[in-house]
């Protein structure tokens, strides 16, 4: 019966979600029937995924919740279980669904103290914060972490209960500032960063608190939530600009540069010297990344202006970066299509560059566009049988098939179709593509 079934698919669905809502199920649909419980425990123990443990433990928390000793259990689980992610879930149960037990509060708070496991410490202190928020000595507590406890994770998990539980009592606004400036963990004052600038926006101050950490935070996580913050906030006060155009040209750390660019490209975009920024950067940053995106913002918000088809030509061409001349390339073959001499751009790279996914992409892309060209089919059959590519991962495209795949799709009736296709089916070094050409083969002949 379906039971039966679903206890098959926990036991050896390979997928965890199949096996997660299984789990549910029989827990929810079954509950009466002897043995279920026991199973369940046993799947807490065994099941390789945590999401599966996970749901197992609520549902013998929740379901089985009046049973006697469910909650000895659950305490076992959090004091005992190896996995933390068993014990996060039992502490989560135990608060919610025994709060009103005497000595509940006394063990989340030793759980504080001891898991080994940040998740599982932050899960206590969110528990505690939020239910038994209004017990008396709850802030205080919170607020002993927040200055005292050697753990940044509980730290920073009781800066963000304080924040948004109890903005609006005195002092909090201080006790954060003071998170900023001197706690030693960068996860504490970024999220101190990101309380104050979304929870005390309008006060005095904090612009000037938040520059500070953009040109002084040793850490660049903070500097950029800082740097996120002003963008989106304070985008229209004075020198807001100059401060971002400084981050860009002068941040030491990729992912500052990057976001400074992002907001300027999409905020400050009609203001004089912006394209010309993004050009510096497109020629002049050392990281792929900070390159790509100025090509990309130049490429979309800049089209029309003159000499941007012959920017990204060059990055197509001489870029050391293959995600780099990837952007460049898609960007030109779609934005630029009808221009004279894209077709020769695209063949070039098809042809020649040292990478695979640049290549894959420019046989995509004159696939899409450029189909009805004479000499595609021979260019298609050059490359199915002369690209370069050798496998190193399972998820890599390669362009022998990008190219195989559009001939056989577009030229089905040309007469080298079929034996370019039987050739790659049994000679092609590349397995996976010797198997697609098999398969397809197979279908052609049905």
Not at 39 to 66: F, M, S
Not at 82 to 110: C, F, H, N
């Amino acid at each position: 019966g379906i039971l039966e079934l679903l206890k098959q698919w926990v036991n050896s669905d390979e997928d965890s979600d199949v096996r997660r809502e299984a789990v549910k199920q029989i827990a929810t649909g079954w509950k009466g029937k002897p043995g279920i419980l026991e199973l369940l425990k046993q799947w807490v123990e065994y099941d390789e995924n945590w999401d599966v443990r996970g749901e197992a433990v609520k549902q013998i928390a929740t379901v089985w919740k009046h049973e006697e000793g469910i909650l000895e259990l659950l305490k076992q689980w959090v004091n005992s279980d190896e996995d933390s992610d068993v014990r996060r879930e039992a502490v989560k149960q135990i608060a919610t669904g025994w709060k009103g037990k005497p000595g509940i509060l006394e063990l989340l708070k030793q759980w504080v103290e001891y898991d080994e496991n940040w998740d599982v410490r932050g899960e206590a202190v969110k528990q505690i914060a939020t239910v038994w928020k209004h017990e008396e000595g709850i802030l205080e507590l919170l607020k002993q972490w927040v200055n005292s406890d050697e753990d940044s994770d509980v730290r920073r998990e009781a800066v963000k209960q304080i924040a948004t539980g109890w903005k609006n009592q005195p002092g909090i606004l201080e006790l954060l500032k003071q998170r900023v400036k001197s706690d030693e963990n960068w996860q504490v004052r970024r999220e101190a960063v990101r309380q104050i600038a979304t929870g005390w926006k309008n006060q005095p101050g904090i612009l000037e608190l938040l520059k500070q950490r953009v040109n002084s935070d040793e850490d660049s996580d903070v500097r950029l939530e800082a740097v996120k913050q002003i963008a989106t906030g304070w985008k229209n006060q004075p020198g807001i600009l100059e401060l971002l155009k400084q981050r860009v040209n002068s941040d030491e750390d990729s992912d500052v540069r990057l976001e400074a660019l992002q907001q300027i490209a999409t905020g400050w975009k009609n203001q004089p010297g912006i394209l010309e920024l993004l050009k510096q950067r497109v020629k002049s940053d050392e990281n792929w990344q900070v390159r790509g995106e100025a090509v990309k913002q130049i490429a979309t918000g800049w089209k029309n202006q003159p000499g941007i088809l012959e920017l990204l030509k060059q990055r197509v061409n001489s870029d050391e970066d293959s995600d780099v001349r990837l952007e460049a390339l898609q960007q030109i073959a779609t934005g630029w299509k009808n221009q004279p001499g894209i077709l020769e751009l695209l063949k070039q790279k098809v042809e020649s560059d040292e990478n695979w996914q640049v290549r894959g992409e420019a046989v995509k892309q004159i696939a899409t566009g450029w189909k009805n060209q004479p000499g595609i089919v021979e260019l298609f059959d050059h490359t199915v049988l002369n690209d370069p590519f050798q496998r190193e991962h399972e998820f890599q495209t390669n362009p022998r098939q990008i190219a195989l795949e559009a001939i056989v799709k577009q030229y089905p009736d040309h007469p080298q179709t079929l034996p370019l296709l039987q050739d790659r089916a049994e000679n092609d070094p590349d397995e996976k593509l010797r198997k697609w050409a098999k398969e397809k083969l197979r279908q052609l002949e049905n």
